[in-house]
């Protein structure tokens, strides 16, 4: 870990929070009020599912957006305006095709309003430090997308932010690219051979956090709230095949798979390091949010775990599946309780294990109970259908509901998340042309009371 002997915050959060309002003037909540401080000399990681705002806080701390209520203080004063201590390196390579690789480097300075000697002279010292002497005057379509990135980092560095912003910045590169590229990030970093004085990185890859982070932060989502903030204090270059590192993995893991359980900040066996209280979890929202999955997604999972139950974690890598990608499923098969996730290993229930070894029809009467059973948004609408008299209802009442919990976007994918479920389970079907749910003939197989 890259040690500063100031131990004044960089960037405090004051009871910071997100929220935007709807047309009809309810507030959809996207970050819990918060409290948090960046200090020199750390790198630290925003861990969290889809839709837990690790980007909007991001943004926040930027000063790109900002915060519904709460302060931003940078140095302690209140931050207006953008952030001049902040450079962020984006997702996307976000270059200008049009100019060379020099010339996307200097933006950020000849925006600050740098004279071009001190600009060009800066620019070319950060191409060379990370690794792009030589191809100053190439234009981005002729660098492949490592290089490309590389330019990212060279602009934002350019500028000597003292704190760098990273939004995933390593999930469009291929994995090898990614790998080479973070360990010479963090080469330069320990190395002291960028001027930056902290780095604040957005990842859902639970392996990159703890390998380059010395602090971890674990979001919840719906709102978006801190669920655990811990050091990792392990020394770097960490080895992540020792048993402390998979320790911490799994730990993290647990956390993130259990997302109304108070989470536990993840600890090494032998250690005496103390950890950031964690906030109480709040109520659970009205409408549960149902992950963007499929019931076919879903049932696959279920098959592979008729011979692979066990360590989620473990599974994922085998499956060589990020934790955005296996935990949505999860998430879905917990709720209508076909699986049984405790301690970070998953097992099926009784339902599951039935459904799995079923044929198609009895799996869609297996579905279609469960959901009404557990899924309320699926329950409320069939109940509206049967209340029809022509059974039949139109999706913008049903849209004007969700619209009182969830943002326009987020109501919409809801939305169509529960027709998706509910036409497999043959409860309703959707009529898109004309914009309506319509009650499906009566199942052959009974089904249960709504309650």
Partial sequence: MLVEKATASLIALEKVGKAYEQPSGQPVVILEPMDLCLKPGEIVALLGPSGSG??????????LIPPSQGQVMYHGQPLVGLNPGVAIVFQSFALYPWLTVLENVELGLKAKGEPLGPRREKALKMIDVIGLDGFENAYPKELSGGMRQRVGFARALAVEPELLCMDEPFSALDVLTAENLRFELLDLWLERRIPTRAILIVTHGIEEALTLADRVIVLGRNPGRIRADFPVTLPH????????????????????????????????????????????????????????VRIGSIAGLLELLEDRQGDLYRLAQELLMEVDDMLPLVEAAQMMDLVNLREGDITLTRIGLEFSASGIDERKRIIRQQLLEHIRLVQQIYRLLQAKRHQRVSEELILDLLEGHFTPKEAYRQFKTAVDWGRYAELYGYDEPAGEVFLEAAPTLETPVVT
């Fill in 54 to 63: 690790k980007s909007t806080l991001m943004r926040i701390i930027a000063g």
């Fill in 237 to 292: 270059y960490r080895d992540r095949k020792s048993s402390d590192f998979q320790s911490l993995v799994d730990q993290v893991y647990k956390i993130l798979t259990n997302p109304e359980a108070p989470a536990e900040p993840p600890t090494l066996a032998a250690s005496n390091t103390t950890s950031v209280a964690t906030p109480a979890t709040p109520a659970p929202a009205k409408y549960q949010s149902l992950p963007g």
